[in-house]
């Protein structure tokens, strides 16, 4: 199985790289549309910055690229991120594929909430969904980020930090994971073996 890595001006790739490479998958980095389009899924990850981030694959037409995809697609943090219509890192406007704004995490006790949310946190709220299938008991995930997506209809799977918002989004043909599923154990590994089984 061909699975296309977009790459982009975002860190973190190689260990979803490696992550797939442990799963058996056959995974490109690449920012060719055609090897894109070709591949039988696509994932898009990262840790980075939106606004940066969105220049870069508009300047390269990632950006209709992503729209256009028509086979299983997942965003992972940052990707996720971006897959939304706006952050309000900057200002950003985003790819709009999910209508859910992206909002910055504010400390209500600086004490016991800092930003960004760092570290091992519970899926809640999960719907009846192919990514979701047969996860372990314990469904912690890793996290790291300052900002989040709201919660929507197309929220399948929600984490509390200072308070609810979306772990897992779903439209059409597109998944995303806030949380870093390449660095989240078992269950991670389990999200990414269901997406490549989809």
Known sequence: MKIAVIKYNAGNVQSVLYALERLGADAVLTDDPEEIHAAEKVIFPGQGEASSA????????????????????????????????????????????????????????????????????????????????????????YYVHSYYAELSEATIATTHYIHDFTAILHRDNYWAIQAHPEKSSTVGEKLLANFLNI
């Open 54 to 141: 969105m220049t870069y694959l508009k300047a390269r037409q990632l950006d209709q690229v992503i729209k256009d995809i028509k086979q299983p697609f997942l965003g992972v943090c940052l990707g996720l991120q971006l897959l939304c219509e706006h952050s309000e890192e900057n200002d950003t406007e985003c790819l709009g594929i999910f209508p859910v704004k992206v909002k910055r995490f504010i400390p209500e006790n600086s004490q016991e909430f800092k930003v960004p949310h760092v570290g091992w946190n519970e899926l809640e709220n999960l719907a009846d969904n192919v990514l979701l299938k047969d996860l372990p008991d314990s469904k912690f995930l």
